[in-house]
């Protein structure tokens, strides 16, 4: 674990000033990312923020800066189709050395468990510059599970100061590792203060609101899907160790689920992945009641999600979103890094079993009480002040003597 730097303490500097880089790459992390920047925009008689975007993500990742209105100091635009994990680490260690050295900061930011966020920090400490993790202390414990998310994480919390956990269990993972206590804030999911921003927004807003609705029937989607008269799967997926044979199997539920229930509308704006797009084209184009749809701007998903019936999914944000908008969320996946929505009752894990996610979604579909068991279960993945929470703890730290 990274220790005091001796080249660079992370102190005020002579100005006053910290200087925090915060990094990002795919959708995700900007998501997670945006309320913390707007949040360090607020302060800026403390800290003089830059933001570097690796864009690992290309497309996904402008639709989420657009969103939040951010524009990047540093784009690294690291994105090529089909790229491996070789790609991604050694394009973006190369890519934000000379950012480190021109901007020289006093603290990286980093999120979650992409190859972003460990390549940035392993170039931070390269740099021996400090580094602070945002969504720490997530863990499977089985570092194929997920691939290569896990290991991603548990490097990045080698290699950083301090350590962000959205929750009391995060916390209690990091401490079996030996962080220090005094290193480590419980803040909450930044997602949720994410989300709060967005659902504000829409509901303040009725034009916003208004053109929200039109762009998603300019996407595909009739707008009798999204009144309270038609239930409506909305599903997600992109698990790199469900390429394959995981994958067809979710098609293929998805298929067989569609065709008993007619009147069930499934609703899937498909990830960019090769990986993803081939096997879900293949076995789910061309069905009435399955709208395939290219990836959708953060305020259209919020929206397809609260008209939601169920969420059908093997994403990590979307795991946190759900019990925030009180919607039963079915995971695709194995295992998970975030227990606390299963023991809050919102999430279940049905795998990646064609029989199980089948099993699971017609439960939902025809028995009221299972359903409202899960719906109606509390979010614990914080209260929208985590950004407000991380910045506190930063300039309480930066600027201790
Ligand atoms: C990445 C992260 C994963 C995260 C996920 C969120 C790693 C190793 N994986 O996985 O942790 O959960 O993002 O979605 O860091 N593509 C585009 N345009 C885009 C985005 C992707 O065309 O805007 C295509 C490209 O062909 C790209 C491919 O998708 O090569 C895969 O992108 P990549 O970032 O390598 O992996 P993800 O599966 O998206
Ligand atoms: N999301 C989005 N548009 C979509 C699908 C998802 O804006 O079409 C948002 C979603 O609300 C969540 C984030 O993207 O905040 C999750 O990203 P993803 O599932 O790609 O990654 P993960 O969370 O699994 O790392």
Request: with cysteine.
């Given at each position: 674990?990274?220790?005091?730097?001796?080249?660079?303490?992370?102190?005020?500097?002579?100005?006053?000033?910290?200087k925090i880089l915060v990094v990002?790459?795919?959708?995700?992390?900007?998501?997670?990312?945006?309320?913390?920047?707007?949040?360090?925009?607020?302060?800026?008689?403390?800290?003089?923020t830059r933001v570097c975007?690796?864009?690992?993500?290309?497309?996904?990742?402008?639709?989420?800066?657009?969103?939040?209105?951010?524009?990047?100091h540093y784009?690294?635009?690291?994105?090529?189709?089909?790229?491996?994990?070789?790609?991604?680490?050694?394009?973006?260690?190369?890519?934000i050395?000379?950012v480190l050295?021109?901007f020289k900061p006093d603290m990286v930011l980093?999120?979650?468990?992409?190859?972003?966020?460990?390549?940035t920090?392993?170039?931070a400490?390269?740099?021996?510059t400090?580094?602070?993790?945002?969504?720490?202390?997530?863990?499977?414990?089985?570092?194929?599970?997920?691939?290569?998310?896990?290991?991603?994480?548990?490097?990045?919390?080698?290699?950083?100061?301090?350590?962000?956990?959205?929750?009391?269990?995060?916390?209690?993972?990091?401490?079996?590792?030996?962080?220090?206590?005094?290193?480590?804030?419980?803040?909450?999911?930044?997602?949720?203060?994410?989300?709060?921003?967005?659902?504000?927004?829409?509901?303040?807003?009725?034009?916003?609101?208004?053109?929200?609705?039109?762009?998603?029937?300019?996407?595909?989607?009739?707008?009798?899907?999204?009144?309270?008269?038609?239930?409506?799967?909305?599903?997600?997926?992109?698990?790199?160790?469900?390429?394959?044979?995981?994958?067809?199997?979710?098609?293929?539920?998805?298929?067989?689920?569609?065709?008993?229930?007619?009147?069930?509308?499934?609703?899937?704006?498909?990830?960019?992945?090769?990986?993803?797009?081939?096997?879900?084209?293949?076995?789910?184009?061309?069905?009435?009641?399955?709208?395939?749809?290219?990836?959708?701007?953060?305020?259209?998903?919020?929206?397809?999600?609260?008209?939601?019936?169920?969420?059908?999914?093997?994403?990590?944000?979307?795991?946190?979103?759900?019990?925030?908008?009180?919607?039963?969320?079915?995971?695709?996946?194995?295992?998970?890094?975030?227990?606390?929505?299963?023991?809050?009752?919102?999430?279940?894990?049905?795998?990646?079993?064609?029989?199980?996610?089948?099993?699971?979604?017609?439960?939902?579909?025809?028995?009221?009480?299972?359903?409202?068991?899960?719906?109606?279960?509390?979010?614990?993945?914080?209260?929208?002040?985590?950004?407000?929470?991380?910045?506190?703890?930063?300039?309480?730290?930066?600027?201790?003597?």
């Amino acid at each position: 674990m990274a220790e005091d730097c001796a080249q660079n303490p992370g102190r005020l500097r002579d100005s006053g000033m910290s200087k925090i880089l915060v990094v990002f790459g795919t959708r995700p992390e900007a998501v997670k990312m945006a309320p913390l920047v707007k949040q360090l925009e607020t302060r800026g008689d403390s800290f003089e923020t830059r933001v570097c975007v690796t864009a690992q993500h290309r497309v996904m990742l402008d639709q989420i800066l657009d969103a939040f209105d951010i524009r990047p100091h540093y784009d690294l635009d690291i994105m090529t189709s089909g790229q491996d994990l070789y790609d991604i680490t050694t394009h973006v260690l190369a890519g934000i050395r000379p950012v480190l050295k021109e901007f020289k900061p006093d603290m990286v930011l980093v999120q979650g468990d992409t190859t972003t966020t460990f390549g940035t920090a392993l170039a931070a400490y390269y740099e021996q510059t400090d580094v602070g993790h945002v969504e720490a202390g997530l863990r499977t414990g089985n570092i194929y599970s997920p691939y290569p998310e896990e290991v991603n994480r548990q490097l990045t919390t080698r290699l950083s100061k301090y350590h962000f956990a959205p929750t009391p269990l995060n916390r209690d993972n990091l401490l079996k590792e030996n962080v220090s206590p005094e290193h480590i804030a419980v803040t909450g999911n930044t997602v949720i203060d994410a989300l709060i921003m967005v659902v504000d927004r829409l509901e303040s807003d009725q034009q916003r609101s208004d053109r929200v609705t039109e762009n998603i029937q300019r996407a595909g989607l009739a707008p009798k899907i999204l009144t309270s008269a038609t239930k409506m799967v909305l599903v997600t997926g992109h698990r790199r160790e469900s390429f394959g044979a995981g994958f067809v199997n979710i098609c293929e539920a998805i298929r067989s689920l569609a065709a008993k229930h007619a009147a069930v509308q499934f609703v899937y704006p498909v990830h960019l992945n090769p990986n993803v797009r081939e096997p879900v084209e293949k076995i789910l184009s061309g069905r009435d009641n399955v709208h395939l749809l290219e990836p959708l701007p953060y305020e259209e998903f919020v929206h397809l999600m609260s008209n939601a019936y169920l969420l059908l999914t093997d994403s990590g944000g979307v795991q946190e979103e759900a019990p925030a908008l009180a919607k039963p969320v079915l995971v695709m996946r194995e295992n998970t890094e975030r227990p606390e929505a299963v023991e809050a009752g919102t999430a279940k894990l049905v795998g990646t079993d064609r029989t199980e996610i089948v099993a699971g979604v017609e439960e939902l579909l025809t028995d009221a009480a299972a359903y409202q068991r899960m719906a109606t279960a509390t979010n614990p993945y914080g209260d929208g002040t985590a950004a407000e929470k991380i910045v506190r703890f930063l300039s309480e730290h930066l600027s201790a003597t």
